[in-house]
């Protein structure tokens, strides 16, 4: 686990399975029964919804994962609206985010009972793999697990893997940065930590690629209705 530059204060409770209130604005501001010693010094931060897209990947923890996108719940914002009784209506900004190639998430995907979000204070929310901490505005992370959770949803086929083109679009530019650091560490050997990181983000790539088929789209003749 990573954690902010700054104290390391005593965490508070946080459950293990994240609570969202059934997408409804209403309960933003449910009571959380913490005294003013106990609550986190943060910022109000709106529940957001994840979203995957087939085009965007990263190496994450030693091991290929989509790289997330988030769907802010706020009424107005991405054609999120706000219904009758507080209910939040996504139609209009699911409509949008998938034209644009995205597929959301939601919060139980892993079944029911089950959430990445949780609310450590009113007003507030985190994924289940940020930790906050009582008195303080750190926010911690854990990386391994987060990356272990996108590697389930790919096992479990909840998220399809890489497509073949964007493993390898995505091993050149690797390739194309573990050049320029080798240029770099004959001069400033402290870039042979990067290079090494690097370098082995290329390994999980071509992992990747060597577990996946390459399945290009058949070619079939074209014809035009020319006027001669």
């Not at 005593?10 to 994240?18: D, R």
């Not at 054609?79 to 939601?106: E, Y």
């Not at 389930?152 to 893997?161: C, H, K, N, Q, V």
């Not at 240029?183 to 690629?209: F, I, K, M, N, Y």
């Amino acid at each position: 686990m990573t954690v902010r530059k700054g104290p390391q204060p005593k965490p508070t409770t946080m459950p293990e399975q994240g609570v969202v209130p059934g997408l409804s604005m209403a309960d933003l501001g449910i009571a959380d029964g913490l005294g003013p010693a106990d609550r986190p010094r943060l910022e109000p931060r709106p529940a957001a919804l994840l979203m995957y897209h087939p085009e965007r990947w990263c190496v994450s923890e030693g091991q290929v994962v989509p790289l997330l996108g988030r769907m802010p719940l706020i009424a107005g914002v991405g054609g999120v609206k706000q219904a009758r009784g507080g209910k939040i209506n996504l139609d209009l900004a699911r409509a949008s985010s998938t034209k644009r190639g995205w597929t959301i998430l939601p919060p139980d995907c892993e079944g029911p009972g089950t959430s990445y979000l949780h609310s450590p204070m009113p007003g507030v929310y985190l994924t289940r793999w940020e930790t906050a901490h009582a008195g303080s505005s750190v926010v911690s992370f854990d990386g391994p697990g987060y990356a272990a959770w996108l590697r389930r949803l790919m096992a479990s086929g909840r998220i399809p893997s890489p497509p073949p083109y964007v493993l390898e679009r995505l091993r050149a530019r690797i390739r194309q940065e573990t050049l320029v650091l080798q240029d770099q560490v004959r001069t400033v050997p402290s870039v042979q930590v990067e290079l090494d990181r690097r370098l082995s983000d290329l390994t999980a790539v071509e992992r990747e690629l060597d577990a996946v088929s390459l399945s290009p789209i058949p070619q079939r003749p074209a014809g035009l209705d020319l006027e001669e």
